[in-house]
């Protein structure tokens, strides 16, 4: 069974810079999509973006709220994923979750197309 750790949030200022990370150990990586997620305190998880699996090579998608500042990329080889975060500010603050999606390779954005998540890393901006 796969087993996803993110890694590689803290406390940035507004405009700052924080590059997330989503290992995967266990299971078969590369084939369907990964997305990143978030949820802040009192609101719902929301999607921020998505790279496709093997069948989508390069297929991105992105929320409206993060395109232009968020990158999403992954090395299969190395079943690792990342999510470049730039230009960030106070509402992109909360828990960055990956997961991958359950038999989706392309660009799929809701949560119930994911089974696999990870436990999430907290992201803080400050104004």
């Known amino acids: 069974q796969m087993q996803l750790v993110e890694s590689g949030g803290g406390l940035v200022q507004a405009g700052g810079s924080l590059k997330l990370s989503c290992a995967a150990s266990g299971g078969t990586f590369g084939s369907d999509a990964l997305g990143w997620f978030r949820q802040a305190p009192g609101r719902k998880r929301e999607f921020v973006a998505v790279?496709?699996?093997?069948?989508?090579?390069?297929?991105?998608a992105y929320a409206d709220s993060v395109k232009g500042r968020f990158t999403v990329s992954r090395e299969n080889a190395k079943k690792i994923a990342y999510l470049q975060m730039s230009r960030l500010k106070a509402e992109d603050s909360g828990v960055y979750y990956c997961a991958v999606s359950q038999g989706y390779a392309g660009a799929v954005k809701l949560g119930r197309q994911y089974a696999c998540w990870g436990q999430g890393t907290q992201v803080t901006v400050s104004s």
């Open positions: 790279i496709g699996g093997s069948c989508s090579v390069g297929t991105t």
